[in-house]
């Protein structure tokens, strides 16, 4: 499966395609070198726009297909 995954913060936007059947948010943005660790990816996921799969997700630990 394709899991899209799409950032949008500010005038800033980074779209990442991989490949998987399911993956953690906070892994994924991890995996996207958005994030360094599950403490920034909880406060981007909260403060920003974060689209998978076309979906607005605001659960680090949700797991997206």
Known sequence: ??????VKKGG????IKIQTNSIKLG???K???IV???GEAKKIILENDV???EKNRKK???TVV
């Not at 499966?1 to 799409?6: E, H, K, Q, S």
């Not at 800033?12 to 779209?15: A, G, L």
């Open 1 to 6: 499966y394709d899991i899209i995954l799409i």
């Open 12 to 15: 800033f936007m980074k779209i």
């Open 27 to 29: 892994q994924f943005l």
């Open 31 to 33: 995996l996207s070198g």
């Open 36 to 38: 360094f660790s599950g």
């Open 51 to 53: 689209f998978v799969n």
């Open 60 to 62: 680090q630990g949700e």
